[in-house]
């Protein structure tokens, strides 16, 4: 209908005309929540703490007042484009009806999070719940919950029974034969209305059940750390998600019914998304990343404030560095079970060189220190790598052998269960002075960088810019758009990188001046693994506003520049490849000349020096050893990378998932204290997200391959 | 003992090949050669021995006695990488790509082109993308992206991209082991038209399969080998193609030909 409207056919131009007028508000609507997010009467940065820059400036509340304008704009726009009944306008209005659904879905979900969430917690903590609401809340409530709660047990019962039938029937050979009678194939593949009719009523049910824990949440607000109900806010989610629905699903049909050619070259936006997800191993990951953390911020006001977001960043950041390590052994398709016990090992020899000694350095200062425990750790690594390939025997045993031999070391060396701790050798923690000029060159070389980066990405995009510009009458209804488009990314890019040389020339006027040019006494410990706080000026560090009940750990900072080096590496040099290579497919590796046994000697090597430098954090951390220090480490760095999409079977993966990996581990650890549910269900949650991590990035492989 | 070449235009002369697997005997003396710009059909039961004569000219085993000339030089392939920086690629079955890596990764495995940033080295992957596509395309294999992973694509497709890199790669011998036997009529006809663009293109090609029918099409001299024996070489004008079947099944040469074998030398 949509394409006779097009084609200017005056008795299907209903549809039309309604997409159009949908379109229309949809603008207004984007001009009016920029406006009120402007003044103030839509409170939003009430809610987001975080990067907050001072009085009355808000990051966030700056962001979504300019998305809202662009969405408007953009609306406009295509009211403009079906005004004038450009073809190209459909592709555009779809995305566009998608963009909505996604924010009336976002906003739903803000309210039925916290209701679902605060309403299980309050089951919990009260005994009998129905006389509870037929006490306070009152009937209706009472009546939501009744019938919720049959039509769930009924329809989970229904579905178990017919689980259960399935079972029996694949179990029991005689039955298996005789899965075409229609009584048991009804068993085995129900029909698509009876599953249909299963989820309506198991939906209801669900319904029925949040409409009362909205009646009850409603009546006990503040009770928990979990946000208050916002029942009213259901309405503009409403508005948004069905009338956004009602479009896209409008234009999807248009678009569906066009001839055959144009069907396959375009791209509906979910296709879209699908596909350009298919293309990352880490697919999985990033759609986990997104919902944990959007389900964590609509759930509660503390996940995103400054020092939630800096204790689990802090939490993660070690296990972070050895899971990059981790990702590419297994990219090439090996595994290693020590890596706790060469943490143990590396603490603890780091320790023993500042207290009692190294073999032939005597004791030695922190920095020293450190490169001998690292070098430490090599030895380990080649240990583990030099038995590897030199018996041929399965990297699971030979890592589990060297486990739990290294762990003997600690636990020998540390006798009866003491901890080795720096404040019993040494009264003092050690200090080095900073001389400015350290600023000074640090400044510098990021100045350097971002000339580097300019130089490479500005002019490419100036390029593509003006050619956009240039030829914009030939390049259909949308050429001028997408020219202001490009453009408008340049000058965005521009502007970033002009804000970090005014930030690091600030940095270079500060250290660089009489006030900031003196020697700033830091400890040694916190070079490696500080709160960020001990260097610098008190509550500024490099000129940064950082709240001082923040954790913020400088190994946050080593994290993600060791995540940025190895992604490189990975991604970019013919080392990464064969990395992939070795793990994908070892015999054409090594038909193609790829040395396979160094390729792996070197990955065991490499998690084995990050291991050591995470050893080095974790004691800068806390300046004490313990024997069982790193015990079941292997486990948890092996699910972030598997979380973060490698396969454990090789030849697949990324470093960007295993830091999206980590960062899922610690969201998790983190953010379920702040909901408060409780700490022992961490382990419980993390095992149905791997399980779900890689179910999801099965699925997304497997729609790329189709 | 001394070798001394016996074919004076080969590009490959294996003499007096032996190989035990310790008490064993798999190759007992064979003699084994391919000229320049030739198709060698390399025939045999299973279990005849063809696969380690391949084996130990791609270094993958070593030799018990004998010599190896290649381009005329005694040479010694003690690993694979010895005999691919002679210029020997071998396109297995399964062991020509990596599933997982798209196609120009698999393309330029272990020989990237890369560009220099100071002391670092990064993959070039502009000309990674444009010249694995153009090179595909000289030899006939045409492909929509080169970042499509080599895991999507057929059997035939795969085995047409490992002959098309050991033709860009100016590689002097090709081994096709067993390249059509799980491929479909239209594939097969494929890999064997690419498979005559690279003798084109001045390769020799050994072409090691049971199945006799795709190798009579496109071999100019058949090996047949038995028991770790050589029964003989035939030209192509020699025999026809159910006398090459039957000697791979009984392993006796027809009365016709038995002229020609002592000529050639063979062992009795």
Not at chain 1, 194 to 214: D, S
Request: charged share 15%; proline share 3%.
């Amino acid at each position: 209908m949509m394409q006779a409207y097009f084609e200017g056919k005056r008795e299907a131009s209903n549809i039309g005309a309604l997409v159009t007028i949908l379109s229309f508000g949809f603008a207004i609507l984007g001009l009016v929540i920029a406006y009120g997010i402007y003044f103030g009467w839509i409170p939003l940065g009430e809610r987001a703490n975080i990067l907050r820059w001072s009085q009355g400036i808000n990051t966030v509340e700056i962001i979504v007042t300019a998305a809202s304008l662009i969405y408007a704009v953009c609306f406009a726009r295509t009211l403009y484009g079906l005004a004038r009944r450009e073809q190209s306008s459909l592709r555009w209005s779809q995305w566009m009806f998608f963009v909505t659904i996604m924010i009336g879905a976002a906003i739903l979900l803000s309210v039925a999070i916290p209701v679902g969430l605060k309403f299980s917690l309050l089951l919990g903590q009260v005994s009998d719940l129905r006389l509870l609401i037929s006490e306070d809340v009152g009937g209706l409530a009472a009546i939501a919950l009744s019938i919720g709660e049959a039509l769930i047990s009924i329809s989970l019962f229904i579905i178990a029974l017919v689980a259960l039938l399935a079972l029996l029937v694949f179990l029991i050979p005689p039955l298996e034969a005789l899965r075409d009678r229609p009584g048991i194939s009804m068993i085995v593949s129900p029909p698509r209305k009876f599953i249909q009719a299963i989820l309506i009523v198991l939906g209801i049910g669900v319904i029925g059940f949040l409409v009362a824990g909205a009646a009850v949440v409603a009546e006990y607000p503040g009770q928990t750390t979990i946000r208050d109900a916002e029942n009213h806010r259901l309405l503009a989610g409403l508005l948004f998600f069905l009338p956004g629905f009602f479009g896209y699903r409008v234009v999807r049909q248009v678009e569906e019914q066009s001839d055959e050619l144009r069907r396959a070259v375009a791209l509906t936006p979910g296709k879209f998304i699908r596909a350009e997800l298919a293309k990352s191993p880490s697919a999985g990951a990033i759609i986990g990343f997104i919902a944990i953390f959007m389900g964590f911020t609509m759930a509660t006001d503390l996940f995103l404030e400054p020092s939630s977001v800096a204790s689990f960043l802090s939490n993660v950041a070690t296990k972070g560095v050895i899971a990059i390590g981790v990702t590419y052994l297994m990219i090439s398709g090996e595994f290693d079970l020590s890596v706790g016990s060469i943490l143990g090992v590396t603490a603890l020899s780091f320790m023993n060189f500042m207290t009692h000694g190294a073999p032939i350095f005597g004791v030695v200062g922190p920095i020293p220190a450190a490169l001998l425990a690292i070098l430490v750790a090599f030895v380990l690594g080649a240990i583990n790598g030099v038995l590897l390939i030199s018996t041929r025997i399965p990297s699971f045993i030979v890592t589990l052998g060297t486990m739990l031999a290294f762990r003997a070391i600690t636990l020998v060396a540390i006798a009866g269960g003491r901890i080795l701790r720096y404040s019993d050798h040494h009264t003092e923690l050690p200090v080095i002075g900073i001389s400015n000029i350290v600023f000074l060159a640090l400044a510098v070389i990021g100045l350097a960088l971002v000339a580097f980066t300019a130089y490479r990405v500005l002019p490419v995009l100036f390029r593509g810019a003006a050619q956009a510009w240039s030829i914009r009458a030939n390049n259909g209804d949308f050429g001028t758009s997408s020219a202001i488009v490009r453009a408008f990314v340049f000058a965005l890019i521009l502007l970033i990188l002009l804000a970090i040389v005014v930030w690091l020339a600030a940095v270079l006027s500060y250290h660089g001046s009489a006030s900031g040019g003196e020697i700033v006494e830091v400890g040694y410990f916190d070079l490696f693994n500080g709160r960020v706080l001990a260097i610098g000026e008190e509550g500024d560090f490099f000129h940064m506003q950082i709240p001082r009940n923040a954790n913020v750990r400088l190994a946050i900072v080593w994290w993600f520049i060791f995540v940025a080096i190895f992604h490189v590496v990975l991604t970019s040099t013919s080392f990464g490849n064969s990395i992939f290579a070795t793990g994908g497919n070892e015999g054409a590796a090594r038909a193609q000349g790829v040395n396979v046994d160094r390729v792996k000697l070197q990955n065991f090597v490499i998690v084995a020096l990050l291991t050591g430098i995470a050893a080095i954090y974790e004691t800068a951390r806390n300046p004490g050893v313990d024997p069982l220090k790193g015990t079941g480490w292997e486990l948890e760095v092996i699910a972030m990378t598997v979380i973060g999409g490698a396969l454990l079977t090789g030849g697949y993966g990324s470093v960007v998932g295993s830091l999206l990996g980590a960062l899922i581990f610690g969201m998790l650890q983190t953010g379920l204290v702040l909901v408060g549910i409780e700490s022992r269900l961490f382990s419980g949650t993390i095992g149905v997200i791997i399980i779900a991590a890689v179910v999801l990035n099965t699925l997304v492989r497997g729609a790329r391959q189709n | 003992m001394e070798y001394k070449q016996k074919n004076d235009n080969a590009l490959v002369d294996m003499i007096d090949i032996h190989k035990y697997f310790g008490s064993v005997q798999v190759l007992r003396g064979i003699d084994f050669h391919v000229d320049r710009q030739e198709i060698v059909g390399l025939l045999g039961d299973n279990g005849a021995g063809k696969s380690t004569l391949i084996k130990v000219l791609t270094g993958y085993h070593s030799l018990t006695r004998g010599q190896i000339f290649f381009d005329d030089e005694a040479v010694r392939i003690n690993s694979p990488h010895d005999a691919r920086e002679l210029g020997i690629e071998t396109v297995h079955q399964d062991l020509a790509l990596v599933p997982l890596m798209s196609i120009a990764r698999n393309f330029w495995l272990g020989q990237e082109p890369t560009y220099e940033v100071g002391p670092f080295r990064f993959l070039d992957k502009k000309k990674m993308a444009s010249e694995s596509i153009r090179a595909l395309a000289d030899v006939g294999i045409h492909i929509r992206d080169s970042e499509e992973t080599v895991g999507n694509m057929s059997g035939g497709e795969r085995q047409s991209v490992a002959i098309g890199r050991a033709v860009y790669f100016g590689k002097k011998l090709l081994i096709l082991d067993e390249p059509t036997s799980a491929l479909s009529v239209g594939e097969t006809q494929k890999v064997l038209d690419y498979t005559i663009a690279a003798k084109e293109k001045g390769m020799s090609v050994i072409f090691i399969t049971h199945n006799i029918r795709h190798v009579y099409e496109v071999a100019d001299r058949f090996t047949i080998i038995e028991r770790g024996h050589k029964l003989g070489d035939f030209h192509k004008s020699e025999v026809s193609e159910n006398e090459v079947a039957d000697m791979i099944v009984t392993g006796q040469i027809p009365e016709r030909l038995r002229l020609f074998d002592e000529e050639e030398g063979e062992v009795a």
